[in-house]
């Protein structure tokens, strides 16, 4: 498997051109393979946290996300689906007139971004997905017991247990990466924004460009579907409900550490909810 | 500027003497492997640059088969392998679809029209010299047009359909053939399907390494001409810069069904202006029910052009299209 492809110029000079898709294939199946495993040792990890919560309020919401945070992340989603299917099915065969989607879609992602961080800086939310030494051990504890040790367990985590805040991190590289890139690359082809200009860089660093691209895009596919399969699980579904939603149970709030994510104090008001929701966190 | 071989490089050959044995062949190597016709677009190919070279060449010259011209239930069924002297001098050919006789007998020199084939010449790759010298462009698997810079040499290529890359289809005989509302007939493993010639041709928005639909393994075996077309009112011109032997700086063909001077319907195709045949409904929608005049030509020319992107060398191609259009329409040349 080569993991970067070359081309020669006609002065036989070797010009960096793209990642190989090979590296496509290899995170495909490994995600693939990564979901099987999962699915086996999850089976074992459900009935231990299925003992992990149990307290009053099935009835009572609790907000968790607000409005904007949801429309952000469900234009996100969309826009990043978008993206990955325009891009990689006519790398798998499947070829069809792609390349304006994609970009339209990538303007969509990048307006998304730039609302997230906007949002996030008003609201001064970025603690909430900083990595803290606790929240470390937590982690550290948590892969022990998965694994079997009975040694300390892991706390209750803020308002985003550390697993969503490394995939957050990875989000923002990989999103980031094809963001900036993907700018770039819209001012080597037609469109309404740039001035068509190919030798706007030198071809070594359109190698560049195009090889940061497609490793932040491969990247993401890995992402992706983990994502979404995490986002499916039954245990989980009560997170993706909150995401549509915006509320989870004051029930599943207990899953949480209060001191580290604080409804009250933050001024969101229960309400009551018209279904009582299961409660468990497994990734 | 381009990587020349004095030898072509190595590879297998195979002489199959039937299409289910060349499909065969052209199946188990996929991609590794070229279907040789008339020859004149390979050898550049092979001899020329630094695209990968073929492991296998399947020499598609002793298929009877695919030769000939044959009276179909609904029109004619013209062999891949029939070569452009043979379609261009074809007496049912000249008599109902002149259209495409016109065209095969434009294409380049007679000695090449007596080796080139019609399926060759409709499958033939772009001319665009960035590309064909050896550029590690989109279409070579690159990611730079060259061509499409304020300082390219860039007087032949697209101002219609450009994405990414900016290279023409050079066929003489493929906007015939779409004009006339062929069908291209493909063999892959046992099966055939058929494609109608204005879907045969894509462009770089689908796939920038491929001009035809057809794939890996795929073998064009006819292209059917339906008798929907048969004995109308034709008109092709070719404009180049050499009138003895040159690619089209633009072709049009257009096929018309005229009753008591008004026209009915009609099918005007020009090419070498976008990566693929291009089919002009607008200007075909604004001739129905109308005479086809001077007038009726300049308004149908006028819509023709509209939302033609010129690159810096190129301006000249859209009132060269504008004029074609007209003169398809008029039906005389001026």
């Known amino acids: 498997m080569e993991f970067l492809q070359k081309a020669t110029s006609p002065w036989g000079q070797e010009i960096l051109v793209r990642v190989s898709w090979d590296l496509f294939w290899a995170v495909l199946i490994g995600s693939v393979v990564f979901l099987l495993v999962h699915q086996v040792l999850r089976r074992r990890w459900i009935g231990k946290e299925a003992e992990v919560v149990e307290g009053p309020g099935g009835a009572e919401k609790v907000t968790r996300h607000s409005l904007a945070s949801r429309m952000f992340h469900w234009v996100m989603a969309a826009s990043m689906l978008v993206l990955l299917f325009t891009g990689f099915l006519p790398i798998v065969g499947i070829k069809f007139s792609w390349v304006v989607i994609h970009w339209w879609a990538g303007l969509a992602l990048i307006a998304s971004i730039v609302f997230h961080i906007i949002h996030a800086t008003v609201r001064w939310t970025f603690k909430e997905v900083w990595v803290s030494l606790r929240d470390v051990k937590d982690w550290w504890r948590g892969m022990m017991e998965a694994l079997g040790s009975s040694g300390e367990k892991a706390r209750k985590p803020g308002k985003y247990p550390v697993d969503n805040k490394l995939y957050h991190y990875a989000i923002i590289v990989t999103s980031l990466g094809v963001a900036v890139t993907g700018v770039l690359m819209m001012m080597a082809i037609d469109t309404p924004f740039f001035a068509r200009d190919p030798y706007f860089l030198s071809e070594g660093t359109w190698g560049l460009v195009f090889v940061i691209h497609g490793l932040a895009a491969i990247g993401l596919v890995g992402l992706v579907i983990a994502h979404i399969y995490f986002a499916i699980l039954p245990e989980k579904l009560w997170m993706t409900k909150a995401m549509i939603f915006g509320w989870i149970t004051r029930k599943n709030y207990t899953y949480y550490d209060s001191e580290r994510w604080s409804v009250e104090d933050s001024g969101e008001s229960p309400g009551e909810a018209p279904v009582d929701a299961p409660v468990s966190e497994t990734s | ?334």
């Open chain 2, 1 to 334: 500027m381009a990587v020349i071989h004095d030898n072509i490089p190595s590879f297998d050959l195979f002489q199959p003497a039937s299409i289910d044995d060349a499909v065969s062949l052209l199946g188990r190597h996929g991609a590794d492997a070229w279907a040789l016709a008339g020859g004149l677009d390979s050898m550049d190919w092979f001899k020329d640059r630094t695209k990968p070279h073929p492991k296998v060449v399947v020499d598609l010259g002793g298929i009877a088969e695919l030769r000939g011209i044959r009276s179909t239930a609904d029109g004619i069924e013209i062999g891949a392998m029939t070569t452009l002297t043979e379609v261009a001098n074809n007496e049912e050919i000249l008599a109902n679809y002149g259209l495409l006789a016109e065209a095969a007998s434009l294409v380049a020199t007679p000695q090449i029209r007596n080796q080139g084939t019609l399926g060759g010449n409709i499958c033939q790759d772009t001319r665009c010299w960035y590309y064909r010298g050896g550029w590690p462009c989109y279409r070579a698997g690159g990611n730079i047009c060259y061509a499409d810079t304020p300082t390219s040499m860039n007087r032949e290529h697209c101002i219609f359909g450009a994405s990414r890359c900016v290279a023409v289809n050079p066929s003489d005989t493929a906007p015939a053939v779409v004009a006339l509302d062929a069908q291209m007939v493909v063999r892959r493993g046992g099966s055939d399907r058929v494609i109608d010639a204005e879907d045969f041709f894509i462009g770089p928005a689908e796939d920038i390494t491929r001009m035809t639909a057809l794939r890996p393994g795929d073998l064009l075996t006819a292209i059917r001409l339906p008798s929907t077309w048969a004995g109308q009112t034709f008109y092709f011109e070719k404009v180049r810069d050499r009138q003895a032997w040159d690619f089209p700086l633009a072709n049009i063909a257009s096929a018309m069904r005229i009753e008591n001077g008004v026209v009915q319907d009609a099918r005007i195709v020009i090419n070498a202006v976008a990566p693929y045949p291009m089919r002009l409904k607008n200007s075909e929608a604004e001739l129905i029910g109308h005479s086809p005049d001077e007038e009726l030509g300049a308004t149908a020319g006028e819509t023709a052009v509209s939302g033609a992107k010129p690159l810096a060398m190129n301006g000249f191609k859209v009132s060269l299209m504008r004029n074609l259009v007209k003169r398809a329409v008029r039906g005389t040349e001026s």
